[in-house]
């Protein structure tokens, strides 16, 4: 079955610094890798999807890439700043409409 | 972009005893998603459910446990039954957001406490 694995240490990392965190899949490639954002007691929050065939995507401060041959997506939050303190989550689905597969999540921490 | 409304937003329940959960959504869609986060863990889906046929459910998940109705396009219900503490999690429903371009919409999450 689909395994998608995230670092699940805690990131923590100084204000204006780049935070880089890593998602990994097993088995066959999803069709598409989505970048959600969680605070503590809400909802997960879409930020970016990227496609099999696309390499990368931005949005804002937000870059996601996706190699698959490395069976990997890294997520990039440039110049940081507190209020992106949260949980990222990834998450996979084998095409539009079907259901979500989460990674276990990486919290990030950004200090002033 | 699709605007999902759950509730309760927490409860604390009995064991034993059984609670729903609703979600209304602002616009029609096809299929809408219940998953389950226990403290300190990402969310695991319970069973899709698409208006006018039965939920599908996930391995580990079984329909007396969880039924699930979807009586038309914008609302769901998740029933948790014959509770135990086990159950203490934060309930979510979700569904595909066409106007983010197949990102997904989630509810606020119904935090429930089984004693």
Redesign the interface.
Known sequence: SQKIEQNSEALNIQEGKTATLTCNYTNYSPAYLQWYRQDPGRGPVFLLLIRENEKEKRKERLKVTFDTTLKQSLFHITASQPADSATYLCARTKAAGNKLTFGGGTRVLVKP | SAVIS?KPSRDICQRGTSLTIQCQVDSQV??M?WYRQQPG?????IA?ANQGSEATYESGFVIDKFPISRPNLTFSTLTVSNMSPEDSSIY?C?V??QG??????????T?LTVV
Do not use: C
């Not at chain 2, 983010?100 to 999450?109: D, I, V």
């Open positions: 759950q096809t299929m998603f863990q990402s969310l695991t889906l899709t979510l979700s595909e957001d983010r371009r197949y990102g997904y919409t989630f509810g606020s999450g935090r």
